[in-house]
Protein backbone atom coordinates (compact mmCIF):
# COMPACT_ATOMS: atom_id res chain seq x y z
CA UNK A 1 0.00 0.00 0.00
CA UNK A 2 1.43 3.40 -0.83
CA UNK A 3 1.47 6.55 1.95
CA UNK A 4 -0.91 8.31 -0.31
CA UNK A 5 -3.68 5.09 0.29
CA UNK A 6 -2.90 4.76 3.54
CA UNK A 7 -3.57 8.37 4.66
CA UNK A 8 -6.85 7.86 2.86
CA UNK A 9 -7.71 4.61 4.52
CA UNK A 10 -7.20 6.11 7.47
CA UNK A 11 -8.49 9.42 7.50
CA UNK A 12 -12.05 7.74 6.19
CA UNK A 13 -12.12 6.55 9.44
CA UNK A 14 -11.24 9.29 11.98
CA UNK A 15 -14.36 11.55 12.87
CA UNK A 16 -14.17 15.14 11.72
CA UNK A 17 -13.29 16.89 14.74
CA UNK A 18 -10.25 14.64 15.39
CA UNK A 19 -6.75 16.01 14.05
CA UNK A 20 -4.07 13.69 12.46
CA UNK A 21 -0.84 14.13 13.50
CA UNK A 22 1.19 11.91 10.68
CA UNK A 23 4.47 11.07 12.75
CA UNK A 24 6.95 10.81 10.71
CA UNK A 25 10.19 10.73 12.42
CA UNK A 26 13.15 8.51 10.73
CA UNK A 27 11.19 8.68 8.00
CA UNK A 28 12.99 10.62 4.68
CA UNK A 29 11.58 13.53 3.20
CA UNK A 30 10.55 11.89 0.23
CA UNK A 31 7.97 9.97 2.30
CA UNK A 32 6.89 13.20 3.71
CA UNK A 33 6.58 14.86 0.51
CA UNK A 34 4.18 12.32 -0.55
CA UNK A 35 2.23 12.80 2.39
CA UNK A 36 2.15 15.94 1.83
CA UNK A 37 0.61 15.86 -1.98
CA UNK A 38 -2.27 13.74 -0.11
CA UNK A 39 -3.02 16.79 1.40
CA UNK A 40 -1.43 15.87 5.00
CA UNK A 41 -0.34 19.07 6.50
CA UNK A 42 0.59 17.89 10.42
CA UNK A 43 4.03 16.06 10.62
CA UNK A 44 5.23 14.77 14.33
CA UNK A 45 8.81 14.70 15.04
CA UNK A 46 10.63 13.14 18.04
CA UNK A 47 14.12 14.69 17.67
CA UNK A 48 14.76 18.46 17.22
CA UNK A 49 17.54 18.00 14.72
CA UNK A 50 15.60 15.57 12.14
CA UNK A 51 12.64 18.33 12.23
CA UNK A 52 14.47 21.10 11.69
CA UNK A 53 16.41 19.52 8.23
CA UNK A 54 13.02 18.33 7.22
CA UNK A 55 11.26 22.01 7.82
CA UNK A 56 14.21 23.48 6.00
CA UNK A 57 13.51 21.67 2.55
CA UNK A 58 9.73 20.88 2.94
CA UNK A 59 6.89 23.13 1.71
CA UNK A 60 6.20 25.81 4.60
CA UNK A 61 2.64 25.55 4.91
CA UNK A 62 3.04 22.61 7.61
CA UNK A 63 2.40 22.60 10.83
CA UNK A 64 5.27 20.75 12.79
CA UNK A 65 4.80 19.11 15.95
CA UNK A 66 7.50 18.13 18.86
CA UNK A 67 6.02 15.18 20.17
CA UNK A 68 9.12 13.40 21.78
CA UNK A 69 10.75 13.88 25.34
CA UNK A 70 11.96 17.26 25.21
CA UNK A 71 15.71 18.26 26.44
CA UNK A 72 15.09 21.59 27.28
CA UNK A 73 18.48 22.91 25.76
CA UNK A 74 17.45 21.91 22.34
CA UNK A 75 14.42 23.81 22.30
CA UNK A 76 15.98 26.76 20.64
CA UNK A 77 16.49 25.20 17.45
CA UNK A 78 12.60 24.86 16.90
CA UNK A 79 11.42 27.67 18.24
CA UNK A 80 10.83 29.77 15.38
CA UNK A 81 8.85 27.33 13.91
CA UNK A 82 7.13 24.29 15.69
CA UNK A 83 3.47 24.34 15.57
CA UNK A 84 2.51 22.36 19.06
CA UNK A 85 4.75 20.66 21.52
CA UNK A 86 3.32 17.53 22.75
CA UNK A 87 4.54 15.99 26.20
CA UNK A 88 5.95 18.88 28.43
CA UNK A 89 6.61 17.35 31.62
CA UNK A 90 8.44 19.58 33.77
CA UNK A 91 8.07 23.35 34.65
CA UNK A 92 11.46 24.44 33.77
CA UNK A 93 10.78 23.22 30.19
CA UNK A 94 8.28 25.46 29.97
CA UNK A 95 9.92 28.68 31.04
CA UNK A 96 12.38 27.43 28.62
CA UNK A 97 10.27 27.50 25.75
CA UNK A 98 9.02 30.47 27.14
CA UNK A 99 11.98 32.33 26.65
CA UNK A 100 13.15 30.90 23.12
CA UNK A 101 9.22 31.95 21.87
CA UNK A 102 9.86 35.51 22.91
CA UNK A 103 12.89 36.15 20.93
CA UNK A 104 11.26 35.28 17.97
CA UNK A 105 8.40 37.03 19.20
CA UNK A 106 6.01 34.50 19.25
CA UNK A 107 3.36 32.33 21.03
CA UNK A 108 3.92 28.47 21.04
CA UNK A 109 1.33 25.90 21.83
CA UNK A 110 2.04 23.47 24.14
CA UNK A 111 0.26 20.38 25.90
CA UNK A 112 1.08 18.81 29.77
CA UNK A 113 1.77 15.02 29.56
CA UNK A 114 -0.43 13.31 31.82
CA UNK A 115 0.95 10.18 33.01
CA UNK A 116 -1.44 7.42 32.49
CA UNK A 117 0.18 4.26 31.92
CA UNK A 118 1.90 1.96 34.41
CA UNK A 119 4.90 1.32 33.35
CA UNK A 120 8.19 3.22 34.84
CA UNK A 121 9.83 3.88 31.20
CA UNK A 122 6.53 6.43 30.36
CA UNK A 123 7.00 9.96 31.10
CA UNK A 124 4.34 12.36 32.59
CA UNK A 125 3.36 14.48 35.69
CA UNK A 126 0.66 13.52 38.32
CA UNK A 127 -2.41 14.96 38.09
CA UNK A 128 -1.61 17.12 41.10
CA UNK A 129 1.38 18.38 40.05
CA UNK A 130 -0.31 20.15 36.46
CA UNK A 131 -3.14 21.32 38.99
CA UNK A 132 -0.21 23.43 40.78
CA UNK A 133 1.58 24.35 37.12
CA UNK A 134 -1.79 25.52 35.76
CA UNK A 135 -2.80 27.60 39.26
CA UNK A 136 0.95 29.02 39.96
CA UNK A 137 1.46 32.58 39.15
CA UNK A 138 4.69 31.53 37.39
CA UNK A 139 2.53 30.27 35.27
CA UNK A 140 0.57 32.61 34.67
CA UNK A 141 3.69 34.97 33.97
CA UNK A 142 4.85 32.74 31.10
CA UNK A 143 3.25 35.52 28.18
CA UNK A 144 4.86 33.22 25.35
CA UNK A 145 3.51 29.84 25.96
CA UNK A 146 -0.21 28.89 26.00
CA UNK A 147 -1.26 25.74 27.47
CA UNK A 148 -3.98 24.18 25.22
CA UNK A 149 -4.19 20.82 26.64
CA UNK A 150 -3.06 17.22 28.12
CA UNK A 151 -1.40 14.10 26.33
CA UNK A 152 -0.91 10.67 26.99
CA UNK A 153 0.28 7.05 26.59
CA UNK A 154 -1.03 4.48 27.29
CA UNK A 155 0.57 1.20 28.43
CA UNK A 156 2.36 -1.13 25.69
CA UNK A 157 0.02 -3.94 26.55
CA UNK A 158 -2.65 -6.52 24.93
CA UNK A 159 -5.34 -5.61 27.61
CA UNK A 160 -7.64 -3.50 25.73
CA UNK A 161 -9.66 -2.81 28.73
CA UNK A 162 -6.52 -1.47 30.36
CA UNK A 163 -6.02 0.86 27.60
CA UNK A 164 -9.52 2.06 27.62
CA UNK A 165 -9.06 2.91 31.46
CA UNK A 166 -5.82 4.50 30.87
CA UNK A 167 -7.23 7.08 28.17
CA UNK A 168 -10.91 7.41 29.61
CA UNK A 169 -8.99 8.63 33.14
CA UNK A 170 -6.65 11.19 31.10
CA UNK A 171 -10.20 12.82 29.45
CA UNK A 172 -12.21 12.72 32.54
CA UNK A 173 -8.82 15.03 34.04
CA UNK A 174 -9.07 17.28 30.81
CA UNK A 175 -12.63 17.35 31.26
CA UNK A 176 -11.93 18.55 35.02
CA UNK A 177 -9.74 21.22 33.89
CA UNK A 178 -11.81 22.69 31.44
CA UNK A 179 -14.23 24.80 33.21
CA UNK A 180 -10.89 26.90 34.20
CA UNK A 181 -8.71 26.64 31.26
CA UNK A 182 -11.28 27.79 28.18
CA UNK A 183 -7.88 27.81 25.91
CA UNK A 184 -8.37 24.03 26.32
CA UNK A 185 -9.34 22.45 22.93
CA UNK A 186 -6.63 19.42 22.44
CA UNK A 187 -6.42 16.22 24.09
CA UNK A 188 -4.19 14.50 22.58
CA UNK A 189 -3.82 10.10 22.70
CA UNK A 190 -3.90 7.18 20.77
CA UNK A 191 -1.27 6.14 18.03
CA UNK A 192 -0.66 3.41 15.38
CA UNK A 193 -2.06 0.61 17.55
CA UNK A 194 -4.57 2.35 19.38
CA UNK A 195 -5.81 5.59 18.03
CA UNK A 196 -9.38 3.96 17.55
CA UNK A 197 -9.80 2.81 21.26
CA UNK A 198 -8.10 6.39 22.10
CA UNK A 199 -11.12 8.01 19.87
CA UNK A 200 -13.77 6.21 21.55
CA UNK A 201 -12.24 7.38 24.79
CA UNK A 202 -12.37 11.42 23.42
CA UNK A 203 -9.27 11.64 22.19
CA UNK A 204 -9.67 14.78 19.17
CA UNK A 205 -5.96 14.12 17.95
CA UNK A 206 -4.54 11.26 16.94
CA UNK A 207 -0.57 10.57 16.82
CA UNK A 208 -0.01 8.11 13.73
CA UNK A 209 3.29 7.21 11.62
CA UNK A 210 3.62 3.10 10.66
CA UNK A 211 0.13 2.86 9.71
CA UNK A 212 1.24 5.97 7.40
CA UNK A 213 4.40 5.33 6.74
CA UNK A 214 5.57 1.62 7.39
CA UNK A 215 7.59 -0.10 9.72
CA UNK A 216 10.70 2.29 11.30
CA UNK A 217 14.37 1.98 10.25
CA UNK A 218 16.03 2.57 13.98
CA UNK A 219 19.24 1.58 12.28
CA UNK A 220 20.13 4.35 10.62
Known sequence: MSISQNLADIKKTLPKEVTLVAVSKT??????????????????????????EKYDVLPKDISWHMIGHLQSNKVKYMAHFV?????????STLKEINKQAKKHNRIINCLLQLKIAE?????????????????????????????VGLMGMA??????????????????????????????????????????????????????????FGNRNYNK
Open 27 to 52: KPVSDLQEAYDAGQRIFGENKIQEMV
Open 155 to 212: SFVEDENQIKQEFSSLKTFYDELKPTQPQFNTVSMGMSGDYELAIEQGSNMVRVGSAI
Open 119 to 147: EDSKFGLSAEKIKDILSSDDYKNLENIKI
Open 83 to 91: DLIHGVDKF
